[in-house]
């Protein structure tokens, strides 16, 4: 499974470092797992909203389509300059999620990266959340809310605010590797997933429980 984190001006740093180490953790461990920090330019320096600086590795979808492509989030709530809020309206970055989806990418978001995904078009009707401060806007934008860490709806997969991407990480190693995997590198990491991840047709206790 190859997995494309979208990094973007004014991300939240933990929405896409936390799933990308968990991911590489995986990899390290032998299974066929790999994750890539991209960005629609490629090339060019990503400043999170708390001005940690970042290098994608290169553009999205250069490689191929990924099998995963997991949206981060950030400046939603507060309407920030730089974040998911500004990239809405460039439509750019929604306009590339809602492509790679068409193509066959599963996609996945952390905390108000699902607004990306409301914008691009994709909740309608779907299963989902998001950050806490954001459910009455992905409500209104056709999703229907679950209360759950993550969501999983097969081709759509969204998790809560900001430290969901820990349980977001675990569940894709879960999903694409084993649930043994998963709970290894939850311990390696010493952590204690939380929550539970909800999937179609049935809950999932997930990881942590």
């Not at 078009?121 to 806490?132: E, I, M, N, Q, S």
């Not at 409500?139 to 759950?148: K, N, Y």
């Not at 081709?155 to 969901?164: E, K, P, Q, R, Y």
Request: contains cysteine.
């Amino acid at each position: 499974m190859i997995a494309e984190i979208l990094l973007f001006q004014g991300i939240d740093e933990l929405d896409a470092l936390v799933p990308f180490e968990i991911l590489q953790n995986a990899k390290a461990a032998g299974a066929q797992i790999d994750a890539k920090l991209v960005s629609l330019e490629g090339d060019s320096e990503i400043v999170g909203s708390h001005g940690m600086r970042m290098l994608p590795e290169g553009r999205l979808g250069a490689a191929g389509r990924p099998d995963v492509l997991i949206v981060p989030g950030g400046g939603w709530n507060n309407r920030a300059a730089r974040g998911a809020w500004a990239e809405a309206q460039k439509s750019a970055l929604p306009h590339a999620i809602a492509k790679f989806h068409e193509q066959g990418s599963v996609v996945a978001s952390v905390c108000t990266g699902a607004m990306l995904l409301a914008v691009a078009g994709l909740v309608k009707g779907r299963p989902a959340t998001t950050h806490f401060e954001a459910l009455t806007e992905l409500r209104s934008a056709g999703a229907e809310i679950v209360d759950a860490r993550v969501v999983d709806d097969g081709d759509l997969i969204t998790s809560g605010g900001v430290t969901s991407g820990l349980e977001l990480g675990f569940w894709l190693v879960e999903r694409y590797g084993s649930e043994r995997l998963a709970r290894g590198i939850a311990k390696q990491m010493e952590y204690e997933p939380r929550g539970k991840v909800w999937r179609a047709q049935r809950p999932s206790q997930g990881v942590g429980v």
